[in-house]
């Protein structure tokens, strides 16, 4: 049943997508503000503490609630849950609509308005970026996107959903990564920073979770995409890049659709707000200036814009009919 409630999350997804303020958002917000403020002490142990209840509770709750369903009313009701937590939890709309924006801004030759789209939508510098890196900068941004809101949330459902754990892998997954990415902006808040202790133990959870469903967001970029450049660049450049999963997946990008990919990092914008931009889903910006330099392949264009929608509609479709022969399996066996 995985399949279908995968399908469905999707179909209303893109039909009619999520409101950026709900209510589902806000209570989670509310939840790892409360969890930070009360069981952040400031020791090791604390940390771990804040992130285990940050994640787990809702986590069991989703679970919980699935095995009711399951136990009073049947799976097909049981399956309606599994719709609804997917559809707050996975989603191309959550962010594809500053990727079309600029996209449209580019196709039409007004990069200055990319540059403000692309600085409002990470809060970052770009009035001096030229074309090249503005597109580089969003196909960075989406790919890592897509992962996290999409092939991610995937992997974990899928893999939970098979041992009969309901939708409890993609809130377990959504919540590893909102909390770690929260508590990491929280940092700079003036009010209430996170301690070191609870970014280290959020960071660290998120790189064990991130590191397989990575790993198969890359292994399916590379099969839809130029495979043996994918699986070249997958090896020899990942390691460029200042996060060892994301740099994975970045890395069969670059390979898969042959483009220039890594780089000097871009500047946070200077006033702005790190609560904010956690609570907009924006990625981390790496302010170490720059890294160890960019994958082989062609100056980013707008055109690799389209090849990369493409390498992720095609990797969705891999993955969907995956999903489906494994369930029409089970159903036949």
């Not at 399908?7 to 209303?12: D, V, W």
């Not at 995409?225 to 460029?240: L, M, P, Q, V």
Request: proline letters at 5%; aromatic letters at 10%; one cysteine or more.
């Amino acid at each position: 049943m995985s399949f279908f409630a995968i399908l469905c999350a999707l179909l209303i997804e893109q039909v009619r997508p999520l409101a950026y303020h709900n209510p589902v958002y806000g209570g989670v917000l509310a939840w790892t503000r409360w969890t930070s403020r009360n069981l952040d002490a400031g020791k090791s142990h604390h940390g771990w503490i804040a992130w285990a209840l940050a994640v787990f509770l809702p986590t069991g709750l989703a679970l919980g609630v699935h095995w009711l369903l399951v136990l009073t009313l049947g799976l097909p009701f049981a399956v309606l849950w599994s719709i609804a937590v997917l559809y707050t939890t996975l989603g191309f709309r959550q962010f594809s609509h500053y990727f079309t924006d600029i996209r449209d801004a580019l196709d039409v030759g007004d990069e200055p308005l990319a540059r403000s789209l692309l600085a409002h939508w990470q809060r970052v510098e770009a009035l001096d970026l030229p074309r090249s890196e503005i597109v580089r900068q969003v196909i960075e941004h989406s790919v890592i996107a897509a992962h996290r809101h999409v092939f991610g949330v995937l992997a974990w459902f899928s893999i939970l959903a098979a041992l009969g754990l309901g939708p409890a892998g993609a809130v377990f997954y959504r919540m590893s990564e909102f909390v770690s990415r929260y508590w990491a902006h929280k940092n700079g808040a003036a009010v209430q920073p996170s301690s070191v202790w609870v970014q280290q133990a959020a960071a660290r959870a998120w790189h064990v979770i991130d590191w397989l469903p990575a790993r198969i967001t890359a292994l399916g970029f590379a099969v839809v995409g130029s495979f043996e450049d994918a699986i070249d660049c997958w090896r020899n450049d990942a390691k460029r890049f200042p996060d060892l999963n994301d740099g994975v997946i970045l890395a069969a990008t670059s390979g898969a659709v042959n483009v220039r990919l890594g780089g000097g990092a871009l500047s946070p914008a200077p006033f702005a707000d790190p609560l904010a931009r956690a609570q907009a889903g924006e990625s981390v910006v790496d302010d170490r200036g720059a890294d160890s330099g960019s994958t082989p392949g062609r100056e980013p264009e707008p055109a690799h814009l389209r090849s990369v929608v493409g390498l992720v509609w095609r990797s969705v479709v891999m993955w969907m009919v995956l999903l489906a022969l494994l369930t029409l399996a089970r159903l036949l066996g």
